[in-house]
């Protein structure tokens, strides 16, 4: 039997693309993001006052966790369709515990450089293949009709925890009861909680149970033969490539402004430090809560076109405001803050591509969906790649570059559309057309 539940009637979980054994495997992401995402507003300052790292060592070790953590994303949904995402899931637990233990206890605590950067690169295999390998799960058993609320609440968790929770933790509670280092070891306690709660209580019914799920420990050639699946769906399914170009675009600005915008806005504008960082912190609040929203607007309207129109042109808008409102009348934080907010919202409308890359291949959802995890970690390095070309263009003209890859990227979408011949049915909310003109499949509601 399939794992996926269709049509019938549902109840009040599954109208909102929460299938019911997989609630507490939503919670249980926010509280992993939450401990995963405490160290980013201070490890960086922390590890250079206190440490006496230099920046460019910071830098070196963030961009080799960065390389792991593109890796383990495409990991992610290709072993999900060869062990089974619960199996993934408690794969990316140990690998955090393991090896944020040797980042901080083998190497911060005796200030040993390479043994930090060994723990924190590979530390970057925990946190994908725990809540990407989720999210393949989401994509597998929720209900086409629903999928792109259940992958915008995914999303929602997953940003509540790491781009709010796990900020505001730390400084409004940990830091001033431990400090930096203190806080650092709290992040056990919330991984170690989201961990037992998706070993304890997310598991599929017997009777949803798939062959991944039902087997005994996978062989290293059914391993191999998953990652293999991850590369060959490129080729079977051509449309799910596009979809990873879309998502490297995503958040390649996103990226790529604090890199330089940032400096920028803070040295040559004139806003202060602080005012920027009330910016920046209340775009991704914005972007929290309109990631749910997106998943519900693209299941009513179209997930192509809320895709499209909100997620390409309204990033397209949003970051050329960005860099045109202080360019018109310097350090306005409320203009700026509009631009932000617009540019958060922007980036939450990409949510229903989750819900599209499956549908492209249906038998392969695990593959679909690390394909797109792949391109999510791309964009950490596309991003920062493109800021070179600020000193020949200006900052302008960079800000107005990533602002045409978000028009060409919605453009792009309009290729996505489900069809026959990608083993889909054009299912509901998927395209850009009316949800009554999808057909609803007859099979019956699991429970």
């Known amino acids: 039997m399939s794992a996926r539940s269709t049509g019938g009637s549902w109840g009040f979980l599954e109208r909102q693309g929460i299938a019911r054994h997989l609630l507490w495997g939503f919670i249980a992401v926010i509280l992993f993001q939450t401990g995963n995402g405490m160290e980013l507003g201070f490890y960086s300052r922390f590890l250079q006052d206190a440490k006496g790292l230099t920046?460019?060592?910071?830098?070196?070790?963030?961009?080799?966790?960065?390389?792991?953590?593109?890796?383990?994303?495409?990991?992610?949904?290709?072993?999900?369709?060869?062990?089974?995402?619960?199996?993934?899931?408690?794969?990316?637990l140990v690998a955090w515990l393991v090896f944020e233990l040797v980042f901080l206890w083998g190497?911060?605590?005796?200030?040993?450089?390479?043994?930090?950067?060994?723990?924190?690169?590979?530390?970057?295999?925990?946190?994908?293949?725990?809540?990407?390998?989720?999210?393949?799960?989401v994509t597998m058993d929720t209900p086409d009709e629903h999928l792109g609320r259940g992958v915008g609440w995914?999303?929602?968790?997953?940003?509540?925890?790491?781009?709010a929770l796990g900020a505001y933790i730390p400084s409004w509670f940990l830091i001033p009861a431990f400090g930096e280092m203190g806080t650092l070891w709290m992040s056990f306690v919330f991984v170690i909680a989201g961990g037992l709660l998706a070993i304890l209580l997310v598991r599929r019914p017997?009777?949803?149970?798939?062959?991944?799920?039902?087997?005994?420990?996978?062989?290293?050639?059914?391993?191999?033969?998953?990652?293999?699946?991850?590369?060959?769906?490129?080729?079977?399914?051509?449309?799910?490539?596009?979809?990873?170009?879309?998502?490297?675009?995503?958040?390649?600005?996103y990226y790529g402004i604090?890199?330089?915008?940032?400096?920028?806005?803070?040295?040559?504008?004139?806003?202060?430090?602080?005012?920027?960082?009330?910016?920046?912190?209340?775009?991704?609040?914005?972007?929290?809560?309109?990631?749910?929203?997106?998943?519900?607007i693209g299941d009513a309207i179209g997930r192509v076109r809320t895709v499209a129109w909100f997620g390409g042109g309204g990033c397209a808008v949003a970051v050329f405001l960005m860099w045109w409102f202080p360019s018109l009348?310097?350090?306005n934080v409320a203009a700026e803050m509009v631009a932000g907010i617009l540019f958060g919202i922007g980036l939450a409308a990409y949510v229903p591509l989750s819900a599209i890359m499956p549908l492209l291949a249906p038998d392969r959802r695990g593959s679909a969906v690390a394909i797109l995890n792949l391109g999510a970690g791309l964009s950490n390095f596309v991003g920062p790649a493109l800021v070179p070309l600020a000193g020949p263009i200006g900052v302008g003209g960079l800000m107005i570059l990533y602002a045409v890859?978000?028009?060409?990227?919605?453009?792009?979408?309009?290729?996505?559309?489900?069809?026959?011949?990608?083993g889909g049915s054009g299912a509901t909310g998927?395209?850009?057309?009316?949800?009554?003109?999808?057909?609803?499949?007859?099979?019956p509601v699991s429970r």
């Open 55 to 92: 920046a460019g060592q910071v830098a070196f070790m963030t961009a080799a966790y960065g390389i792991v953590i593109a890796i383990a994303s495409w990991f992610s949904g290709s072993l999900a369709d060869a062990w089974g995402s619960r199996r993934v899931m408690l794969l990316g």
């Open 107 to 137: 190497g911060v605590t005796t200030g040993t450089y390479w043994v930090m950067v060994v723990g924190y690169a590979l530390r970057g295999f925990g946190y994908p293949l725990f809540c990407y390998g989720f999210l393949a799960w």
């Open 154 to 163: 995914f999303w929602f968790a997953q940003s509540l925890g790491m781009g």
């Open 206 to 253: 017997k009777e949803l149970q798939t062959a991944a799920d039902a087997a005994g420990a996978p062989s290293v050639t059914e391993t191999l033969g998953g990652l293999v699946r991850g590369v060959t769906i490129l080729g079977e399914h051509p449309k799910t490539a596009i979809g990873g170009v879309v998502r490297i675009i995503n958040q390649a600005a």
């Open 258 to 296: 604090p890199v330089f915008f940032a400096p920028w806005i803070v040295g040559t504008v004139g806003m202060s430090q602080e005012k920027w960082l009330t910016v920046w912190g209340t775009l991704n609040l914005a972007n929290v809560f309109a990631n749910l929203a997106f998943g519900y």
């Open 329 to 331: 009348w310097g350090a």
């Open 405 to 422: 890859l978000h028009v060409v990227g919605g453009g792009m979408t309009y290729l996505l559309e489900p069809s026959k011949k990608d």
């Open 430 to 443: 998927a395209g850009t057309g009316p949800r009554s003109s999808a057909p609803v499949s007859p099979e």
